[in-house]
């Protein structure tokens, strides 16, 4: 049997991020997610992403990589209001994708293959939602 931490590592996140009291960004995970849509090539200094400013704060080691709990990138971002904001928008995107997969028949075949496809893949990309901030969320776009 294989064990790791890894299940406990994005959920220590937030402790590091109340225990170091990390200073809140207000929004720097919406600029970043943004900013990410150009190149680095072409804009080598757009902003930094919420990981990177918890990895500053911390003090992470530069050479072993980490992860962040979503929650915790939501916190960084707007504090507890983040956090409810965060989950509610999940959740409301979930469903929603949910919902649509199981529509009526009267759309197209093509409309219905996308809507149940996007379930599915929003569905599979949940772990890896989990351990970033809202920047995750372009995944999904993609």
Known sequence: MV???EQFAAHLSMY???AYDIPLTYGSSIVSFVASAIPRA????RPADIYEHYATAV???TDQGFTIHHATGWYLNF???????GGSLFGWIWG???NRSRAPMGRSVAARLCERTAFFALT????ALLRTGPEGYKMMLL
Do not use: K, R
């Open 79 to 85: 504090g507890l209001v983040g956090i409810v904001a």
């Open 42 to 45: 072409l804009w080598p200094s």
């Open 59 to 61: 003090n992470a080691m």
């Open 96 to 98: 929603t994708a949910f």
């Open 3 to 5: 064990e790791t931490n």
């Open 16 to 18: 590091g991020a109340v």
């Open 124 to 127: 599979g990309a949940i772990p």
